[in-house]
């Protein structure tokens, strides 16, 4: 399924606590996206980067942070600031230039108690 | 800001029948637009795109069409079968030199097969 994975399948956090969502990819993608998905409202843009040390905010970037020091890893960090981080987490990436699909991860479904 | 809206939010058919989705986008300068496909707890999963220079792109049972004028986009799928029930989600990006390739999407349409 185009060889990018997430990790963990599923994560516990407790609140006041920050974590952190694996994302890695062995296409040679050059950009790399991060979704949050809740019932009713389809994929909303957290976080993306189109080349390695440089990430731009999507549409609801507060209490979120990232990292792009390699190629193939883009790990998402849910910050305590997130007020509501109960969310299914979806990374994507594809290759620069027109004309190319976004693949996507298998997901994070992360849960605060 | 960028807004795609997706209708209907659910939609059931029986097996064999034809289900429409139908997509409107808010920005004229979206040149690409991909269908995708989730079933449940799993990874959306791209099952159709078309460009903005083309109006009509067909693969077996499944079509999509374009209306630049209008801004809108719709999802045909012919003789519906019980494994085309899942989660069915539309976007548009700007696509290309220059572009993020960065998607907005729809709200989702649940599809439910009858047997």
């Known amino acids: 399924d185009g060889g990018i994975t997430q990790s963990p399948k599923y994560l516990f956090r407790k609140e006041g606590q920050n974590v952190t969502l694996s994302c890695e990819q062995n296409l040679n993608h050059d950009a790399m996206y991060w979704y949050r998905q809740d019932p009713g409202q389809g994929l909303r843009l957290i976080y993306y980067s189109q080349i390695v040390n440089d990430f731009q905010k999507g549409d609801i970037a507060e209490g979120y942070s990232v990292s792009r020091e390699k190629k193939e890893s883009f790990p998402l960090t849910v910050t305590s600031a997130q007020k509501n981080p109960t969310a299914f987490y979806l990374c994507?990436?594809?290759?620069?230039?027109?004309?190319?699909?976004?693949?996507f991860g298998p997901g994070t479904r992360l849960t605060v108690l | 800001g960028e807004n795609v809206e997706q209708h209907p939010s659910t939609l059931s058919v029986q097996e064999g029948d034809s289900a429409v989705i139908k997509c409107t986008y808010s920005?004229?300068?979206?040149?690409?637009f991909p269908w995708y496909k989730q079933e449940l707890g799993k990874r959306p999963q791209l099952i159709i795109d078309?460009?903005?220079?083309?109006g009509e792109k067909k693969d077996q049972r499944i079509a999509v069409t374009l209306n630049k004028t209008a801004k809108h986009f719709s999802l045909h799928i012919t003789e519906t079968q019980p494994e085309d029930s899942a989660v069915y989600f539309c976007?548009?990006?700007?696509?290309?030199?220059?572009?993020?390739?960065?998607?907005?999407f729809g709200q989702g349409t649940t599809l439910q097969v009858k047997p």
């Open positions: 920005d004229s300068a979206s040149n690409y």
């Open positions: 976007a548009a990006s700007k696509d290309g030199s220059g572009n993020t390739g960065k998607l907005i």
């Open positions: 078309i460009r903005s220079n083309v």
């Open positions: 994507a990436s594809r290759l620069a230039g027109g004309g190319n699909e976004q693949f």
